[in-house]
């Protein structure tokens, strides 16, 4: 079908003496010239008539061919098999082995119709990145041959190795069964020729070693809490509530050829090493600046990839830095977002490789560099289609939308310290709090004329909108909000932009699962308070209005409409009792708090033991990265930057010598000389002392001690031995200088 229409639209004819200038390849280039294309798409000529059609054709042929969806089922499954699955998905009960039966076979069907021999249950351990084992379709027959099965059984469950990935103790290596269940609220799909089944991760003991896991569990969570409110409010026809998230995606692209060449790279993600280079983001002329011809092959190779399994691709652009770029997704249910965004993440990776390119997913890949997050964009839909963060037009709607935006003030204040840890990494701790990203400090941004209509309900006193309305709610009219009111605050970490709340401090490298789970947790256990008090009141208005007035009144620090960037920001932070853990190990401990395991236990997301192997396992993480990238600088400082620099030197000192001899003004050389001497001796005294202290890291045997000692040593000496190295990059000779520096990097992609 995609061969025939293109092959139709390269033969279509064209009158070139009306047309000139659309003379074009499918690619759209100009057949006689290499310029792009950029004007005329809305051309009234038969020519681009055609071409629209075609192309949106080609897109619709594409947008979802890689996807079991709801599409495909209604074709491949009988009526009946595909209502009672419709049932299990829309109601979240056990599906019979029968119906599973059935759904194994139009699902191998139709992915043998793919080209896919084999299939996988996917799903996304404490790693951080999926994982997979591939299993054959085949199956031997009594006559010697093959034929190719795939049972109900083989789709519900698999057995892959539990103990193998990280499990914070709940595991022992002996004990080596886990379980993988299929989610079917996250459509299967085919990446790589493999049919990939969305799954669930847990122990022989039914522990769950996933992010997967528990995000299911805090949206069974939110969405019963919620529910409750809303029929409150008169929804008897809504039947779910469900959370979305849209991920906006930011990565840096690299040569490969210079990639290659940098051995932090390679085994950190990240650069140990550089100086800046003349130019960086000074002049800001890369956010949403023209987008390079190899980049824009790229990105149009990867919306194609993306489009086939489904991912709804819709922005993308340069970002602030350079060779940082951003892809924007359309929000969906927060299951398949973060399934998507975990597929995303590889897609960039796998496609950059296909043009020469390597993606960095690093939080800080470059110093002095605006680094790269993954901004949550995150609210409330019920199965109606009614938003519940979007302010009404009627008193009703608004009080609504009150209750819940109260209940997320509440949540927020509360559980600083969840929010907070839910997004700290050794990556993250680069960006958070450094004038390039949302302070480490949690705080609420939501524009000035919803903080003045809070604030007029606190006081009891008329809001002097655009009309002057007495905030009694629902016993008196509530002026309508208007959405987009106010301007955006790029410095917080959670802004309410219109309809949605924006999470902003997640890390570009981590999957989204963590900060939802916490996000839904916690405010589904605010949503229950304030469901157990208006359903047990004698005057539903008054108790109402009640709620939320003390809420804003008890909950208000927490709202903060200014520069988070600025210093007088954490001063102002401080007095009002907000929490600022500025580290990954200042942030985890509050993990496994009394209070925190018992909010997760009540609102049935994770168990105590869960709770402890997550913080167990985050911390050791945090060791072990930092460890790679100390052991690292001391391989690159020892055996590149140090002899590189010393060669260098021993040039200088022979040219010395030399010029010495007959008369020569020997002043660059000698200054140079001496500038490398003593950063060279200052290199070395570092690398001495970062290699003891490694030494004595790699001695301590409790896990909260090694994060801790990272924290205090480690990584003060890694900056301590970095200091020196990059001054010798400044003066030492491009040809002596052993690896690319941040000049071909970050401008490396013509």
């Not at 509360?414 to 839910?422: A, G, M």
């Not at 001796?681 to 070395?684: D, F, N, Q, V």
């Given at each position: 079908?995609?061969?025939?229409?293109?092959f139709?639209?390269?033969q279509f004819p064209v009158?070139n003496?009306?047309y000139?200038?659309i003379i074009?390849?499918?690619h759209?280039k100009d057949?006689?010239?290499t310029?792009?294309?950029?004007?005329?798409?809305s051309?009234?000529?038969?020519?681009?008539?055609?071409r629209?059609?075609?192309m949106?054709s080609i897109?619709?042929?594409?947008?979802g061919?890689?996807?079991?969806?709801?599409?495909?089922m209604?074709e491949?499954?009988?009526?009946?098999?595909?209502?009672e699955?419709?049932?299990?998905i829309?109601?979240?009960k056990?599906?019979?082995i029968?119906?599973a039966n059935?759904?194994?076979h139009?699902?191998?069907?139709?992915?043998?119709?793919?080209?896919?021999t084999h299939?996988?249950?996917?799903?996304?351990?404490?790693?951080?990145?999926?994982a997979?084992?591939?299993?054959g379709?085949?199956?031997p027959?009594?006559?010697?041959k093959?034929?190719?099965e795939f049972?109900g059984?083989?789709l519900?469950?698999?057995?892959?190795?539990?103990?193998?990935?990280?499990?914070?103790g709940?595991?022992?290596?002996?004990?080596a069964?886990?379980?993988t269940a299929?989610?079917?609220?996250?459509?299967?799909?085919?990446?790589n020729g493999?049919?990939?089944?969305?799954?669930?991760?847990?122990s022989y003991s039914?522990?769950?070693?996933?992010?997967?896991?528990?995000?299911?569990?805090s949206?069974?969570?939110?969405?019963?809490?919620?529910l409750?409110?809303?029929?409150?409010?008169?929804?008897?026809?809504?039947h779910?509530?469900k959370?979305?998230v849209?991920?906006?995606?930011?990565?840096?692209?690299?040569?490969q050829?210079?990639?290659?060449?940098r051995k932090?790279?390679?085994?950190?993600g990240?650069?140990?090493?550089?100086?800046?280079?003349p130019?960086?983001q000074?002049l800001?002329?890369?956010?949403?600046?023209?987008i390079?011809t190899?980049?824009?092959?790229?990105?149009?190779?990867?919306?194609?990839?993306l489009?086939?399994?489904?991912?709804?691709?819709?922005t993308?652009h340069n970002?602030?830095a350079?060779?940082q770029?951003e892809l924007?997704?359309?929000?969906t249910t927060?299951?398949i977002?973060t399934?998507?965004?975990?597929?995303t993440?590889?897609?960039?990776?796998?496609?950059?490789?296909?043009h020469?390119?390597?993606?960095?997913?690093?939080?800080k890949?470059?110093?002095?560099?605006?680094?790269?997050?993954?901004?949550?964009?995150?609210?409330l839909?019920?199965?109606t289609g009614?938003?519940?963060?979007?302010?009404?037009d009627?008193?009703?709607?608004?009080?609504q939308?009150?209750?819940f935006?109260?209940a997320?003030?509440?949540?927020v204040d509360?559980?600083?310290?969840?929010?907070?840890?839910?997004v700290?990494?050794?990556?993250?701790?680069?960006?958070?709090?450094?004038?390039?990203?949302?302070?480490?400090?949690?705080l609420?941004?939501?524009?000035?004329?919803?903080?003045?209509?809070?604030q007029?309900?606190e006081a009891?006193?008329?809001?002097?909108?655009?009309?002057k309305?007495?905030m009694k709610i629902?016993?008196t009219?509530?002026?309508?909000f208007?959405k987009?009111s106010?301007?955006?605050?790029?410095t917080?970490p959670?802004?309410?932009?219109?309809?949605?709340?924006?999470?902003?401090?997640?890390g570009?490298n981590s999957?989204?699962?963590?900060c939802?789970?916490?996000?839904?947790?916690v405010?589904?256990?605010?949503?229950?308070k304030?469901?157990?008090?208006?359903?047990?009141?004698d005057d539903?208005?008054?108790?109402?209005?009640a709620l939320?007035k003390?809420t804003?009144k008890?909950?208000?620090r927490?709202?903060?409409?200014?520069?988070?960037?600025?210093?007088?920001w954490?001063?102002?932070?401080?007095?009002?009792?907000?929490?600022?853990l500025?580290?990954?190990p200042d942030a985890?401990?509050?993990?496994?708090?009394?209070?925190?395991i018992?909010?997760f236990?009540?609102?049935?997301?994770?168990s105590k033991e869960?709770v402890?192997?997550?913080y167990?396992?985050?911390?050791?993480?945090?060791?072990k990265?930092?460890?790679?990238?100390?052991?690292?600088?001391?391989?690159?400082?020892?055996?590149?930057?140090?002899?590189?620099?010393?060669?260098?030197s021993?040039?200088l000192?022979?040219t010395?010598?030399?010029?010495?001899?007959?008369?020569?003004?020997?002043?660059?050389e000698?200054?140079?000389a001496k500038k490398?001497?003593?950063?060279l001796?200052?290199?070395?005294q570092a690398?001495?002392t970062?290699?003891k202290?490694v030494?004595?890291?790699?001695?301590?045997?409790?896990?909260?001690?090694s994060a801790?000692?990272?924290?205090?040593?480690i990584i003060?000496?890694m900056?301590?031995?970095?200091?020196?190295?990059?001054?010798?990059?400044?003066?030492?000779?491009?040809?002596d200088w052993?690896?690319?520096t941040?000049?071909k990097?970050l401008?490396?992609i013509?």
């Open positions: 079908m995609l061969f025939s229409m293109i139709t639209f390269l009158d003496s009306k000139p200038h074009m390849s499918i759209g057949a006689n010239k310029e792009e294309f950029t004007s005329c798409f051309c009234p000529c038969p020519f681009f008539m055609k629209r059609a075609i949106k897109v619709e042929e594409i947008f061919s890689k996807v079991f969806d709801e599409s495909v209604r491949k499954l009988a009526k009946d098999t595909y209502r699955l419709e049932k299990t829309r109601d979240g056990q599906l019979n029968k119906i059935a759904v194994a139009a699902m191998k069907e139709w992915a043998i119709e793919q080209g896919a299939y996988t249950h996917w799903f996304q351990p404490m790693t951080g990145v999926t997979e084992k591939h299993d379709f085949i199956n027959d009594k006559d010697g093959v034929i190719m049972s059984k083989e519900i469950k698999g057995e892959p190795d539990a103990s193998s990935f990280p499990n914070g709940l595991r022992a290596t002996f004990e069964r886990g379980y299929w989610d079917p609220t996250s459509y299967a799909f085919i990446k493999v049919l990939c089944i969305p799954t669930a991760f847990c039914g522990h769950a070693l996933d992010k997967k896991t528990p995000l299911l569990r949206m069974q969570a939110i969405n019963k809490q919620a409750r409110i809303v029929k409150l409010f008169g929804h008897d026809d809504v779910t509530i959370t979305t849209g991920p906006e995606q930011e990565y840096f692209l690299v040569d050829k210079y990639y290659e060449q932090d790279l390679i085994y950190t990240r650069t140990l090493f550089g100086a800046p280079c130019k960086g000074e800001e002329d890369h956010y949403f600046g023209t390079k190899r980049v824009q092959e790229f990105m149009t190779d990867l919306n194609k990839e489009w086939k399994l489904g991912i709804l691709a819709k993308e970002e602030v350079p060779a770029h924007a997704p359309i929000f927060t299951n977002a399934d998507h965004n975990q597929l993440m590889e897609l960039i990776q796998r496609v950059a490789k296909k020469g390119l390597v993606a960095l997913l690093h939080e890949p470059f110093e002095g560099i605006n680094g790269s997050g993954k901004h949550n964009n995150w609210s839909s019920t199965d009614l938003n519940l963060l979007e302010p009404g009627t008193p009703h709607e608004n009080a939308f009150l209750v935006l109260a997320i003030i509440k949540a509360e559980h600083q310290d969840l929010l907070r840890l839910s700290a990494t050794a990556g993250n701790d680069h960006r958070l709090g450094a004038n390039e990203a949302p302070p480490a400090i949690i609420i941004f939501l524009g000035d004329e919803l903080t003045a209509v809070l007029a309900i009891d006193q008329p809001y002097d909108g655009k009309e309305e007495l629902g016993a009219v509530l002026p309508k208007p987009d106010t301007d955006r605050n790029r917080s959670f802004a309410f932009t219109g309809n949605k709340f924006e999470f902003r401090m997640p570009s999957s989204i699962a963590g939802n789970i916490v996000l839904n947790t405010i589904a256990d605010e949503l229950e304030s469901a157990n008090i208006l359903e047990g009141a539903f208005e008054t108790t109402l209005h939320i003390d804003i008890n909950h208000k927490i709202i903060f409409n200014g520069n988070g960037y600025d210093d007088s954490i001063e102002e932070a401080e007095k009002r009792g907000l929490l600022n500025k580290t990954t985890l401990p509050y993990f496994k708090t009394e209070e925190n018992e909010l236990e009540r609102q049935k997301v994770l869960e402890e192997s997550r167990e396992i985050l911390m050791v993480e945090y060791e990265e930092i460890n790679i990238e100390a052991l690292t600088m001391l391989d690159i400082a020892k055996k590149d930057i140090l002899p590189a620099a010393s060669k260098f021993r040039e000192t022979d010395i010598a030399n010029k010495k001899a007959i008369g020569i003004d020997l002043t660059y000698l200054e140079t490398v001497s003593e950063a001796t200052e290199a070395y690398m001495v970062l290699e202290d030494e004595k890291l790699h001695a301590i045997d409790d896990v909260e001690k801790f000692y990272v924290r205090d040593f003060q000496d900056a301590a031995l970095r200091k020196p190295c990059d001054e010798l990059e400044v003066v030492t000779s491009n040809e052993p690896f690319p941040y000049g990097l401008f490396g013509l």
